[in-house]
Every structure is written in structure tokens, then in C-alpha cells.
């Protein structure tokens, strides 16, 4: 069974601190995306990976970078975490389409909340 | 990329059809349009996928009108664990894709 894995399903961290949100796919999955999940805006996506050491920014990457040092692992960092970072936060992945036409399987999400 | 509306919420009653449409007055010739459910504590998973007229699965249907301007997600006979929420994405195939703000399908006794 395909599994995408978050670090951690609730996170709270204080203004300016540095955060890491990790996944893992167990698929082999080329791609890897990190999305947040806000209400009534629905998922807007971070950025993108699509091989290793590549990233692609999505449509909202500011305040926010990336990492992927293996296939199976990318990360979200934020650099200095703010209050309105607190969002839910999915990873997904998908075999080898970037562009919506390929099956996306997600994590469970992590909540994070900045005080 | 074509920006896309959904309904913010609905209701229905179990054993109803429950038809969930997303507007996409912009979509391109070569855009992909899929629907994903999400429940509570979970990601979203992949219902189905479609490029043009219709296409059917075991869960669900999706109607896309010859001008693509819109979409429509059929599930029949919903029951009590169909309430979750609906997205849309539409995609270029290529690196750009959106999500739709999500339906909120309630399905009550």
C-alpha cells in the first residue's frame, strides 16, 4: 500500500523560531509537493520537487524554502516562523507528472501553529 | 492557469445523488480536470479524473460539457460516509496546477 508520512501531526513553535516539516514516500514517486491548507482558500502549493536537489516555487513560496537531499525525503523549512504560518500542512506525491494530470497521494498533514 | 469556484457547501440526504459543479471559465485546450474527497484528519485522495464528456468509476462520475468551461462530480445513492470535502484541481499537464476552495458535502440521515 502507497504511504506518504509527516514528521509530526501537530507542531507549535514560536514566532521567529526555525521549523522543519519532513515527509517521506515509501513509493519511489519522482515528485514531490508541499501545499498549505487554509479555510475557504483551499490547497495552495508551496513548491515543488521533481528530482533530487530540484525544487520548483508553486504559487505562494515566500517565507518559505525546501529540501530534497534523497528521493524519498523533501522538507519544508521555514526559516523564521510567523503567526500567519499557522496553516495545515500536506505533502503529497506523485509518480512522474507535475502538472495535475498524475494520481496525488498525500500525507496526513501537520497543524502547525506559531504563537 | 484557469482559476476554479466551487460551491462552499452543500447538503444532502442519504440514498440522493449529490452533483458537486466547478467552474473553470478559463481552462485550456490541453488542461486535466480531477476531484479529490477529503475527511477529517486526512489527506486528500484521488476520486477521478477527466479531460473531456464523461467518465465513470466505481465511485463516482464526472460530466464535462463540449466548451470545458465547467465540471461536474456525480455521486450516486450518497451515504453518512461520503460527508468529507470535495476539491477540484485543474492542471496544464506541464508544472501548474490549482486546487478549488473545496465543497463541503454534509449527508444527513
Known amino acids: 500500500d502507497v504511504k506518504v508520512t509527516q514528521s509530526s501531526r501537530y507542531l507549535v513553535k514560536r514566532t521567529g523560531e526555525k521549523v522543519f516539516l519532513e515527509c517521506v514516500q515509501d513509493?519511489?514517486?519522482?515528485?514531490m509537493f508541499w501545499y498549505r491548507q487554509d479555510p475557504g482558500l483551499g490547497l495552495r502549493l508551496i513548491y515543488f520537487?521533481?528530482?533530487?536537489?530540484?525544487?520548483e516555487k508553486g504559487d505562494i513560496p515566500e517565507g518559505y524554502s525546501v529540501s530534497r537531499e534523497k528521493k524519498e525525503r523533501f522538507s519544508l523549512i521555514l526559516e523564521s516562523a510567523s503567526t500567519n504560518q499557522t496553516s495545515m500542512y500536506l505533502c503529497?506525491?506523485?509518480?512522474?507528472?507535475?502538472?495535475?494530470?498524475?494520481?496525488?497521494?498525500f500525507g496526513p498533514g501537520t497543524r502547525l501553529t506559531v504563537l | 492557469l484557469a482559476k476554479t469556484t466551487q460551491p462552499i457547501s452543500m447538503d444532502s440526504y442519504e440514498g440522493q445523488e449529490v452533483n458537486i459543479t466547478c467552474s473553470h471559465n478559463?481552462?485550456?485546450?490541453?488542461?486535466?480536470i480531477t476531484w479529490y474527497q477529503q475527511f477529517p484528519s486526512q489527506g486528500p485522495r484521488f476520486i477521478i479524473q477527466?479531460?473531456?464528456t464523461k467518465v465513470t468509476n466505481e465511485v463516482a462520475s464526472l460530466f464535462i460539457p463540449a466548451d470545458r468551461k465547467s465540471s461536474t462530480l456525480s455521486l450516486p445513492r450518497v451515504s453518512l460516509s461520503d460527508t468529507a470535502v470535495y476539491y477540484c484541481?485543474?492542471?496544464?499537464?506541464?508544472?501548474?496546477?490549482?486546487f478549488g476552495a473545496g465543497t463541503r458535502l454534509t449527508v444527513k440521515p
Open positions: 520537487s521533481y528530482d533530487v536537489k530540484m525544487k
Open positions: 503529497a506525491s506523485t509518480p512522474s507528472g507535475t502538472g495535475g494530470e498524475d494520481e496525488q497521494f
Open positions: 513509493m519511489d514517486h519522482e515528485n
Open positions: 478559463n481552462i485550456a485546450t490541453n488542461d486535466y
Open positions: 477527466g479531460y473531456k
Open positions: 484541481l485543474v492542471g496544464d499537464g506541464q508544472n501548474d496546477m490549482r
